[in-house]
């Protein structure tokens, strides 16, 4: 199984600064075939399911906000949150879909200082 | 605009086999593009991948639960189904169903773009 390592495990960030959240992959999840990263990182907030945020690791899902980027490759990935608002307080999870079983990582606490 | 709304027990007892429901509104469960999966998130804790449909017929379970775990497409009513045997108390979860997106028809399944809103399962006698 390809294990997922995010850090930290939580973070809190004042309001309009940038929030960072890591996430490193036990192998390699690019596809060499298609030059594809196959990292998606998804937002959960208390009490409701996750929303998908970034696939191919880069790439914004429609209705996104801008503000949350995706960067990375290989085993190493990063996903950026600018000029953080309030409704951005969530747990945030990468999840690698280079193969079964799909795996996600522990998740990461984002808070408001 | 797609929805996926999941039913079942909210419990079970130990040793007992767990089944669930996603009903799927908005959108055809037989899609070539899509898979069908479920995830599991226990109290307080992360996401574990269950396993997958693909409308062709192919499934992928996750090892860890593969000889207790059926997953199964009613596709006359939209639905797909979970069932999880001789389940115990580390099976308490909430069980969400999802869509996956399959973005090279005939390859397997990618990352999960909706969501259901999730039913608590808890196992006790």
């Known amino acids: 199984d390809i294990v997922m390592t995010q850090s930290p495990d939580s973070l809190a960030v004042s309001l309009g600064e940038r929030a960072t959240i890591n996430c490193k992959s036990s192998?390699?999840?690019?596809?060499?075939?298609?030059?594809?990263?196959?990292l998606a990182w998804y937002q959960q907030k208390l009490g409701q399911p996750p929303k998908l945020l970034i696939y191919?690791?880069?790439t914004r899902e429609s209705g996104v906000p801008d503000r949350f980027s995706g960067s990375g490759s290989g085993t190493d990935f990063t996903l950026t949150i600018n000029s953080l608002q309030a409704e951005d307080v969530a747990v945030y999870y990468c999840q690698q879909h280079y193969s079964t079983p799909y795996t996600f990582g522990q998740g990461t606490k984002l808070e408001i200082k | 605009q797609l929805q996926l709304q999941e039913s079942g027990p909210g419990l079970v007892k130990p040793s007992e086999t767990l089944s669930l429901t996603c009903t799927v509104s908005?959108?055809?469960?037989?899609?070539?593009?899509?898979?069908w999966g479920w995830i599991r998130q226990p109290p307080g804790k992360g996401l574990e991948w269950i396993g997958s449909f693909y409308y062709s017929g192919s499934t992928y379970y996750n090892p860890s639960l593969k000889s207790r775990v059926t997953i199964f497409v009613d596709s006359s009513r939209n639905q797909f189904s979970l069932k999880l045997s001789s389940v115990a108390a580390a099976d308490s979860a909430v069980y969400y169903c999802?869509?996956?997106?399959?973005?090279?028809?005939?390859?397997?399944?990618?990352?999960?773009?909706?969501w259901g809103q999730g039913t608590l399962v808890t196992v006790s006698s």
């Open positions: 191919w690791a880069s």
């Open positions: 999802a869509r996956q997106v399959v973005a090279v028809v005939g390859t397997a399944p990618d990352y999960f773009d909706y």
């Open positions: 908005g959108g055809s469960i037989s899609s070539s593009s899509y898979s």
């Open positions: 192998q390699s999840v690019l596809y060499s075939s298609n030059n594809k990263d196959y």
